[in-house]
């Protein structure tokens, strides 16, 4: 048997569509005229497998992703940090999808039920219909050997949510949406209704930075629209004081539509864009707040500045004596009722590498024990919900 073909026999076995590479200038492509569009919606035969893997010069095998493949899809890493914060948050995942050491970084091979197109990343890209990834041995022209991590099972790959999986979103900063790191556009912005004017597009403008804003309201899975249109009105708001001015209705056209563009995977088809528009505009007659000076940044900033609480002074880690004091003053403002915080805000706000440790620390305070937190209400599933607490020491120690 020729080399690859024992490979693209077995990977063939599981359903998915495989194509032969050539080794030409661009490696990445179907040898000898093959035109690989046609193995876009039907699989090849064995016969013509066996046909092209007797081809010469190969560098190795492909498969082409999407229903033809039975709903395989793969998240591409670029960026070792990414894959290490994703591989940190979803351990179980990291350890069981097969996974791929390509030239560049990663690939996270998953089956889905859902039809997915390609999106780009600052940290690489969820690859969909469309395209097709290079699997092992292959031979990269640099010489790099393309090899299975984490191989495939026997059988069928389960399918998982790719949302809540978190492959469908960036993951070279941390998931905040009050993050300030930038993402760099990838794709030209959509082709938009203009809801002050009838120009067919809108334009970018100059003075005001469009991805910046979008991402400190990032669309990374289904249900956010609500609370992320109206962090996107506060970035808006936080943006018009720093230039001193409102945007423009063409600015904030350029804003919305950049947003929604990013955001089209995860909203409800049956709504129309205009009403997620009109959301937009509610939202910001609606902030009272601009980003970065709501209840949360104030607690923090008088916890920085004013004497520790006694209480804290039983922890020899400075950071835990912060989050207490961080505590008291949330209290404070809220007092009588609880206060809410998540453990993504602690790790943004103590710039931790995951929320985990986050999480540790307020279960930790507020263990019966500490005496010093009580949970009164737990914060909904996947962090789209903070927990509700109570400070229990003095206010005034």
């Known amino acids: 048997m020729t080399r690859y073909l024992e490979d693209a026999l077995e990977c063939s076995a599981r359903g998915w569509c495989i194509l032969p590479i050539a080794q030409v200038k661009k490696w990445k492509k179907p040898p000898y005229g093959l035109k690989w569009k046609p193995y876009q919606t039907r699989q090849p035969t064995e016969d013509e497998l066996r046909e092209w893997f007797q081809m010469p010069k190969l560098a ?14 793969c998240r591409e890493f670029d960026d070792a940090e ?34 997915i197109h390609t999106k780009k990343y600052d940290d690489g890209e969820l690859r969909g219909i469309g395209c097709y990834c290079i699997l092992p041995p292959s031979v990269h022209q640099s010489g790099h050997v393309y090899s299975w991590i984490i191989p495939p099972p026997p059988g069928r790959l389960p399918e998982i949510d790719p949302i809540e999986a978190g492959l469908c979103q960036e993951w070279g900063c941390t998931e905040s949406t009050e993050n300030t790191e930038r993402t760099k556009l990838t794709e030209p912005p959509e082709a938009t209704h203009d809801h002050i004017g009838n120009r067919s597009e809108v334009d970018r ?15 990374t899975k289904a249900h956010q629209n609500h609370h992320l249109l109206f962090t996107l009105a506060r970035a808006v708001k936080a943006e018009e004081k720093r230039l001193d001015r409102e945007l423009t209705g063409p600015e904030l056209d350029a804003v919305f539509a950049e947003w929604y563009r990013r955001a089209q995977p995860f909203l409800l088809e049956v709504r129309p864009r205009d009403e997620y528009w009109l959301e937009f505009m509610a939202a910001l007659d609606s902030v009272k707040y601009p980003l970065g000076e709501g209840v949360l940044n104030q607690a923090w900033e008088r916890a920085k500045k004013l004497p520790l609480p006694s209480v804290a002074l039983r922890f020899e880690s400075q950071q835990i004596r912060q989050l207490i004091a961080l505590c008291r003053e949330l209290q404070r403002a809220s007092a009588p009722d609880p206060f809410f915080l998540s453990c993504r805000m602690v790790q943004r706000l103590f710039a931790l590498e995951t929320h985990t440790t986050a999480n540790h620390w307020l279960r930790g305070l507020a263990s019966k024990r500490a005496g010093i937190l009580r949970e009164v209400e737990k914060g909904g599933p996947k962090g789209n919900r903070a927990s509700r607490y109570m400070y229990l020491p003095p206010l005034d120690e």
């Open 60 to 73: 190795g095998l492909a498969v082409v992703l999407g229903p033809v493949s039975g709903g395989l899809y």
């Open 82 to 115: 990414a894959y290490q914060r994703w591989a940190s948050e979803h351990p179980e995942l990291a350890k069981s999808l097969p996974t791929v050491r390509s030239k560049r970084g990663w690939h996270v091979y998953f089956h889905s039920p859902e039809k």
């Open 205 to 219: 403008p100059r003075n005001v930075d469009v991805d910046a804003l979008v991402s400190l309201a990032p669309p």
